[in-house]
């Protein structure tokens, strides 16, 4: 793994941004996504930058099982808002969270998958260790799946809905399998919070109870981290 830490989410925007900039100058054509807050400052980069998506394809890790792709908690409406919006895709796919047939959506997906080939992965990291919703115990070699969310995760969610009856308590994730297939990952974690599970994904033995530890076994990782996600590294 290259461990590169940096000052703050500003700086490892920057630093993030280098990284899909080299790529694209590599011949990377298809970019796998992630959303939440920790990207958001790569997004910010890639926005402000003179880089062409216009002929590359985006495929992201995950969505909420029983939401529309105009709602605006969905993670569609997340890449809509944060990057497609001002830079668009020739394709970007995101799983169908309004397709409840989880057999369908998530072979669908895989399929999709297979067709476009991810060149560079881009990932956040789980105080639990999890990547995309692979939380422990996942099979690390699964592909995408339905995923029943966890207490704390629903809760953490509550605050962006007007009830919490309106929780999605699912969601279709990319699987560990499918993720390690990426020809390049890019993971980003930053606070003191995830200090833990960045010391276990780095030094820590491969194990389903922290699924990021698989990417020990990838021969292409950049791990960015501000100084406090970095505290427990040797």
Partial sequence: MNVQIVSDKQAGGKAGFQVFENA?????KVLG?????TPVTIYEQLVASDLDFSQLTSVNLDEYV???????????YFMQQHLFNAKPFAHSYVPDGANLDAAAATSEYDQIIADNPIDLQLLGLGKNGHIGFNEPGTDPESTTHKVTLTASTIDANARFFDNADEVPRYAYSMGIGSILKAKQILIVAYGEAKAAAVAAMIQGPVTPDVPASYLQTHPNVTVILDEAAASQLD
Avoid: E, I, K
């Fill in 24 to 28: 694209l100058q590599n011949g990377a």
């Fill in 33 to 37: 996504l992630a959303t939440g807050s």
């Fill in 66 to 76: 029983g939401l529309s792709a105009d709602h605006p908690q969905s993670y569609h």
